[in-house]
């Protein structure tokens, strides 16, 4: 079902109009209403009457994360404490997190986001749908929450963690649609696997709305295949309100930007140029209709790329392809750039192994050291390593010639890498970067 056709559907001169208009009013807010900007503004020589199309954008500046860590936590705010209805934070990766404030129009338009995503999955009056992301400071929950209510759904607020309550409540309330991480969606099927009560397939379960880490199409077909849904990815980020700023449709061929509120580039992260139409690159969001906290360019470290072609479900808006990782989760060992979702996507090939997987990284004799844990599944798991040969040369092989990188792979017995309800941790990054260089 599409929600907001109008919008959804919109033909792209007129997309282009909306932008125009919106991009006007948000820059004027910013530079008027946000110290932060106006320096920024003035400092490069724009005023706000500079911008007279969607095309002026490049002529802004970006935001990144180190500035709002600069100004937290209400520097980067446009209205008075008077008009927030609510404050999110996710955890930054150092030190103070990113916060995320809204005014009540700006919490109906997320909700109005999330909606559109959840339609996709048919959901309205009489689903039951399951919120098994952290509730709290974290947009996930709360997201998908109100999302669920727009569309007069009955939400189930689990929130994330006791997997065996999350699978009996699932299966007592007729759960029809889950929300969480994938891999924690990962997690509770292996749950139900293992269950001795719940199966599958009487689950009422329909379909899954999950995102908020990179996730590759072999987890989708697990997911799928594990729990009989359809696996529907959700993007989304606290900066821009959370999750909804995209989702796919029915036909899982990339994430549909909600373009009337988010203004997405591609841009190369050295030169900070737009790439050329297609290309992968990192992906830059201007809010187009923040009331509290309107954000101009600001750099996701998301790489992906954008698609402009009309998509079959009739939606005009603008996808980006799966998000192959972040910038700053990239690994560089021994100088090859190495994305953890390598590994996953790699893993999901060989179906005598698990998709669970977690990287240690270190440095040794000046020398960078790969170390992976790999879990075989319990029908082919033998503690004798020679019985695990077999396994281990084809994936060690394929290993190497996609990344490049000569990896010590380690098996390990089944359900022994550390679950998550929430978002994944696969690295552990030891090597001391102080000296370095
Ligand atoms: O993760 C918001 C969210 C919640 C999205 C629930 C979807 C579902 P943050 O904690 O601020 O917000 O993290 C944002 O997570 O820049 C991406 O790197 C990553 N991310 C989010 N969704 C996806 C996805 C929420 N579908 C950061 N695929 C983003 C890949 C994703 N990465």
Redesign the pocket.
Known sequence: MIHNPAMECMPREEMRKLQTERLIKTVKTCYEKVPFYKRKMDKMGIKPEDITSIDDITKLPFTTKYDLRDEYPFGLQAVPMSEVRRIHA??GTTGKP?VGTYTQNDLDNWAECVARVLAVGDIGPGDVVQVS?GYGL???GL??HDGAAKLGAIQLPTSSGNSEKQIMLMQDFGTTAL?C?PSYALHLAECIEKSDTVKAENLKLRVG???????TWGIRRELEKKLHIKAI???????MS????GGECQYQDG?HVWEDMFYPEIINPETLEPVAPGEQGE?VFTSLCKEAMPILRYR???LTHLIYEKCRCGRTAVRIG??LG?SD?MLIIRGVNVFPSQVEAILTEFPAFSPQYFITVDRKNHEDTFDLDVELRPEFFSPNPAKQMPFIKPLYDRLCSVMGIKPNVHILPPNSIQRSTG?AKHVNDKRDFSNWR
Do not use: M, N, Q
């Open positions: 996710s955890s990113v992301y974290f947009t996930g997201g998908a929300c991480t709305f999950f995102g908020a880490e990179p996730w990815d959700i993007y989304g980020l606290t900066e959370g999750p909804g700023v994430t992906l996701t470290r998301d799966k998000i972040r989760d978002k």
